[in-house]
């Protein structure tokens, strides 16, 4: 084998020089035998078999200043296209043909390494060493399958945004955020104004994902959900998957959301910060025991009593004359740390904690609401390589979110408490061989929900209401997965989940009667179970490379989503409340199909593609009159329907990748519409969520070294909502009429955002930036919502009735200063 490029390892070199510069000994060994065999195959199919002409080649990328592993470096064969992405030990495993091989390595703030190989019928192992350099903050990259080949891989749908690209774009009221700006990728729309609740392609909130260091999140909401909980300094990046999820996750049914975490690299105590408007921040990162081992450590609070609140309530003062009156505060903390044992362990502890209180006083009225919400995560991970071919990965993790809301007025006082408390331990299996690339897992959670905890208290008399019991349940799931090319053209990917669902006692069930009195109860033991729950969840994706630069893609994916979200909002505020399936609520059951043409244009200098999509989705939830007052009837199924929905549409991206103006525009057009017999007297109606058109437009020009400009400029369909078609006077008493659901449309809703930045880096690599942002530039007032305003009397027999609409931003200028050293 010849290699020919700087940065290279090979596992036979025996050079002395190459070992006294490595000193971890880090220099795996040629494999010459192969010691593992897989005996378990878990689906019957016809393949064409070329392994003969195959060749693995595997490794490790290092930093070659530290010698700190590189998670999610791409390593692509040039000749074909087709990439591989190192995983959270630095490894990477990549199947090429004998004979003369091109391979590319990449990762963001180090130098490129090429190299060219002479591939016998023997299996490589080959590790990279790449050279730091400094980030340049010049280009916006979207990176399509999380670094892997845009065009080449069977993955399709995937978006990755690196902390780079980040920071790059305008930011609202000065917090650049990873949710918010997946937001502007086609098929994804927002909730609300600012808001990080999206939904996925026709989708509800609840049914996307959200993985911290492979955690689940269940509020990633600061700020009322203004605001992400993920600081982007403490994240390499944030991916995106929608379509052909792998088999390895479920539990949901839209997307899948991974958040990296950074666990530091440098080789020296580094410190990175901000100083902004809303909130300021700090990190420090270094490595230790020879660049075996690194850690960071991350603390982030708001600065708005102190900043925002003089000077950006005055303006909203007519739209909430209670702001004055009102008082916000939040704070994030996080830790990691990574350490490597030897040539063939790995692990990893990641910890977060943080906390939003918001309180609001009227004193012309003695009253006083607060809310206190908060997220609890801790993942830690063990990565082992037995050869080349086979590594295993296990992490344990819990989960802990609570919700408390409280309110009182002069001697009245009410307090609700709500709560999602998780453990789980997941372990995946990666193998290799014959030109197959298979992936074994399990994944197991336990569950505790508290739906509400209520006390109320009036005059001294304390008022107990029955809320809802604790709830626990046991969720999990066995997968396997096998990608394979079935020609030189042609690459599959099969998959197959078996999930489950068990709710447990200790339990106590309450009996009414027809008029909703209670009646007696039934007590069950702990360990004893309720519901069962299992179902099959097949996956399957293709692609057909047309040619070096064009490819054909479709996918096909069934899951199930055991947990449900009850809210009354279309906006993802913390008072939602999680509830598991039992004997009256279902798991929710979902199927989509999926197709595209990807190309790349220019040199790859451009990337664009166009996909489509159909959606069905059964067993959904619906809370008719609210969670509180579900909460004070004590009646579950009284207030809970279970319909259907079907969602369809065209999504079309292109991107530019280089030169001085970088950035990308998305366009979606779809329909996402809903039927429950207990709504729109079972009639099909438009989702609160359907919004026909959502284009979006973001671009950064590079003016020299030190300026950049930015701009993002969002238009989407004004979403559905229900207005009364008349009114009557009866007794008195104004009374409402309604037709169909979701029968009017708000405003479209249209913004520009511009951003300003320059940066300075000195000789030794420090980096300080200012960064001036304007959310829109151009100051249109957006519908937030929609009330009505009655003026006249009605014993004079006039009365006029007015839609007022409330907007939540004006046009809002922030600064900030960011700085790492």
């Known amino acids: 084998m010849l290699s020919k490029s700087f940065g290279v390892n090979q596992s036979n070199l025996n050079d002395t020089k190459l070992k006294k510069y490595f000193p971890l000994n880090l220099l795996p060994r040629m494999n010459t035998c192969k010691r593992h065999l897989l005996s378990l195959y878990f689906m019957v199919m016809a393949t064409i078999s070329i392994a003969q002409s195959h060749t693995s080649i595997s490794g490790v990328v290092f930093n070659a200043r530290d010698l700190s592993a590189l998670d999610g470096a791409s390593v692509v064969n040039m000749q074909t296209g087709r990439g591989v992405a190192t995983d959270g030990s630095g490894r990477y495993s990549i199947e090429v043909l004998q004979g003369n091989v091109r391979l590319r390595v990449r990762y963001l703030g180090f130098r490129d390494v090429d190299t060219l190989l002479e591939v016998t019928g023997r299996n490589l192992n080959l590790d990279f060493y790449l050279a730091p350099e400094p980030v340049k903050y010049e280009e916006v990259t979207v990176t399509a399958e999380n670094t892997e080949d ?61 993985l911290f260091d492979d955690a689940l999140v269940y509020n990633p909401g600061h700020l009322l959900g203004f605001v992400s909980v993920f600081n982007p300094d403490i994240i390499t990046g944030v991916s995106l998957m929608k379509s052909g999820i792998p088999a390895r996750f479920g539990g949901r049914l839209s997307s899948v959301i991974q958040v990296n975490p950074d666990r530091g690299r440098s080789d020296s105590l580094q410190l990175r910060g901000q100083v902004g408007m809303v909130a300021s921040r700090l990190t420090l990162n270094r490595s230790f025991a020879s660049g075996r081992g690194s850690f960071i450590l991350s603390g982030r609070m708001a600065s708005i009593n102190l900043v925002i609140k003089p000077l950006l309530f005055p303006l909203l003062e007519d739209v909430n004359p209670f702001l004055k009156q009102s008082a916000y505060d939040f704070y994030d903390m996080q830790g990691g740390l990574s350490y490597r044992i030897g040539e063939k362990d790995y692990l990893s502890l990641t910890a977060f904690y943080g906390r939003d209180r918001y309180s609001i006083e009227r004193s012309s009225r003695i009253a006083e609401t ?78 505790r929900f508290i739906p509400n905890e209520i006390d109320v208290e009036a005059a001294g008399l304390v008022m107990n209401f029955l809320s809802y019991n604790n709830l626990f349940g046991f969720e999990g799931g066995i997968y396997a997965e096998d990608e394979f090319s079935l020609t030189p053209n042609m ?56 040619d070096g630069s064009s490819s054909v893609k479709a996918s096909y994916m069934h899951m199930a989503q055991y947990v449900h979200l009850a809210t009354s909002a279309t906006v993802s ?249």
Do not use: C
Request: net charge neutral; no cysteine; charged share 20%.
């Open 150 to 210: 845009f065009v080449g891989s069977v993955r399709m749908g995937d978006v990755y945004l690196s902390r780079n690209d980040i920071n790059s774009l305008p930011k609202l009221l000065g917090e650049a955020d990873p949710i918010r700006f997946l937001q502007l990728t086609p098929g994804v729309q927002s909730g609300s104004e600012g808001g990080i609740g999206f939904f996925v392609r026709g989708g509800s909130v609840d049914q996307n994902l959200v």
């Open 573 to 821: 505020l913390p008072m939602d409340i999680w509830l598991p399936s039992s004997r009256e609520i279902k798991p929710q059951y979902g199927d989509q199909l999926s197709t595209g043409y990807f190309r790349n244009w220019d040199g790859d200098m451009y990337e664009s593609s166009v996909e489509l999509y159909f959606k069905t989705a059964r067993n959904q939830v619906e809370f008719l009159r609210g969670v509180i007052s579900n909460s004070l009837n004590m009646t579950m199924m009284e207030n809970i329907t279970i319909g259907k929905g079907r969602s369809y549409g065209a999504e079309f991206f292109l991107r530019k990748r280089q030169g001085r103006l970088t950035g990308w525009t998305g366009y979606t057009i779809s329909r996402a519409v809903r039927k429950f017999d207990m709504i729109n007297d079972g009639r099909i109606y438009p989702a609160k969520f359907d919004r026909r058109h959502d284009l979006s437009l973001a671009g950064v020009y590079k003016l020299d070294d030190k300026w950049d400009v930015s701009a993002v400029f969002i238009y989407v369909s004004g979403s559905a909502f229900t207005l009364p078609v008349g009114r009557y006077v009866i007794e008195g008493n104004i009374v409402n009429e309604y037709g169909d659901v979701n029968n009017y449309r708000m405003p479209p809703y249209n913004r520009l955002d511009l951003s300003v930045t320059r940066t300075v880096k000195t000789k030794r690599d420090y980096l300080s930036s200012w960064d001036f942002s304007v959310y829109n530039a151009y100051n249109r007032s957006n519908p937030f919502y929609i009330y009505f305003e009655t003026k006249g009397n009605l014993d004079n027999y006039r009365l006029e009735v007015e839609p007022v609409m409330v907007s939540l931003f004006p046009i809002v200028p922030t600064l900030s200063y960011r700085f790492e050293f």
């Open 370 to 447: 607060g809310m206190d919400w908060g997220n609890f995560i801790l993942s830690g991970k063990w990565s082992h390589v037995f050869s080349d071919d086979m590594a295993l990965k296990t992490t344990l993790s819990r989960t802990d979110y609570h919700f408390d809301l409280s309110g009182s007025q002069s001697e009245f006082i009410f307090s609700l408490l709500s709560s999602v408390e998780d453990h789980s331990l997941k372990s995946e299996l990666d193998y290799k061989a014959g030109g197959h690339r298979f992936s074994f897992g399990y994944e197991m959670t336990r569950h």
């Open 491 to 546: 690459d599959l990917s099969l998959g197959l989940r078996y999930s489950f669902f068990n709710q447990v006692g200790p339990y106590t069930e309450y009996l009414y009667d027809e008029t909703s009195l209670l009646q007696d109860s039934v007590t069950y033991p702990a360990g004893s179970s309720l519901a069962f729950y299992h179902h099959p969840e097949p996956r399957i994706s293709l692609v057909y490379r047309l």
